[in-house]
């Protein structure tokens, strides 16, 4: 979450008069993440999270939204969009699509011990069996399709063996299909930064902006490669089988998921380095904005290649 543009109160005061929200105590821009503007907005009533989005357009956000209403409803701790005057989730901030949701309790953690990562593979299982009722679907807006649409336009930024890996890694996804592996809604985007956390329990999962519809076994795979990395971009053996066996308990996997592991774990990393390749070196213009650094997933690729991803349950 960031900010790219600026909402003043008199202007977020004269927006909420379309909503049953009391009287704007406060308004705070989010200074983390890539793809949004953000802002806390505290009311007499409770506690937000304002959202304008700068990419996603009004036609794309319903799915996203009624997501986000469909998981709160069968007991998944996610934001709850608040509904307008007019029973609409969606309305128009500064010539901008935006929404306003329940702002959860917790905070994100940076060095996840073994029990968070019971409970986030636990969570993650709860979500993937709750998405099975909601009925939208969504095609992975970031699949193959835009990996070869992007790749071109980093190529002149990276060095040769760079440009090597990311052309092979590619070409080797191309080839592979993700359609005989259980699909469904993933949130393709759960790094801990969009997970809260109170104490060893989950208070709730944020920011579901890219999620879609696809091979769960690709979310547990993007998931597990920020949640169960050692400090040198390493999978943790130990906490990535507490993580397995804890999803595994919820939505038991099938074998072709098993044998298609290694795999996944490769294409998780590719997309995030391939992603923040793009965000680094084709930036947007924003206020408060944060990219990330696109090694750290190079090396987590270079790791699973190299250890041909050897863990599982």
Sequence with gaps: MSVYTTVTEDELVGWLGDYSLGQLLELQGIASGIENTNYFVTTSNGRFVLTLFEKLTAYELPFYLNLMAHLARHGIPCPAPVANRHNQFLGILKNR???IVSRLAGKSVTHPTAAHCEAMGAMLGQMHIAGMSFSQMMPNPRGASWRNVTAPQVMPFLNAGQAALLKSEVALHAEQSLLGLPQGLIHADLFRDNVLMLDDRIGGLIDFYFACTDAL?????????DWCMNPDASLDADRTQIFLRSYHR?????????????SMLRLAALRFWLSRLFDLHLPRDGDLTHAHDPGHFERILQNHIATKCAVWL
């Design 217 to 225: 076994l690709y979310d547990v795979a993007i998931t597990v490669n």
């Design 97 to 99: 699509p935006a929404c």
């Design 250 to 262: 919820v939505r038991p996997f099938e074998q072709n998921e098993a044998t298609s592991w290694p």
